[in-house]
């Protein structure tokens, strides 16, 4: 390593860090209560993360397939706490009560 290289690093390293905090404006629509199994799955395993603006301004078209499609990326791809055998219970719930079914 150059000498110039080190001596910079060194000077990085040596200038001290102030953190900023950032304050996000709060998430805070509530998901269409429901006597379904999958409203409780939903508030107990997503509100964790997000309230239901994401789920309320889909499309109200949207099949079940896309909630199927969003649910296993939260699981997968996010580490939502979700069981392979909560999946189709949440998903039902989105489906009827943000999909193309939605009362």
Excluded at 3 to 26: R, W, Y
Excluded at 67 to 93: C, G, H, S
Aim: glycine content about 2%; charged content about 15%.
């Amino acid at each position: 390593m150059k000498k110039a290289s080190l001596i910079a690093m060194l000077l990085l390293a040596s200038i001290p860090v102030s953190g900023k905090e950032i304050q996000l404006l709060p998430d805070m629509m509530p998901w269409r209560p429901s006597s379904q199994e999958g409203y409780t799955l939903v508030i107990q395993k997503c509100t964790i993360c997000h309230s239901a603006q994401y789920a309320e301004y889909q499309p109200p078209n949207t099949p079940k397939s896309y909630w199927t499609a969003q649910v296993l990326r939260m699981k997968n791809n996010f580490n939502a706490p979700v069981t392979d055998e909560e999946v189709p219970v949440i998903v039902e719930y989105l489906n009827s009560t943000y999909g193309p079914n939605r009362k």
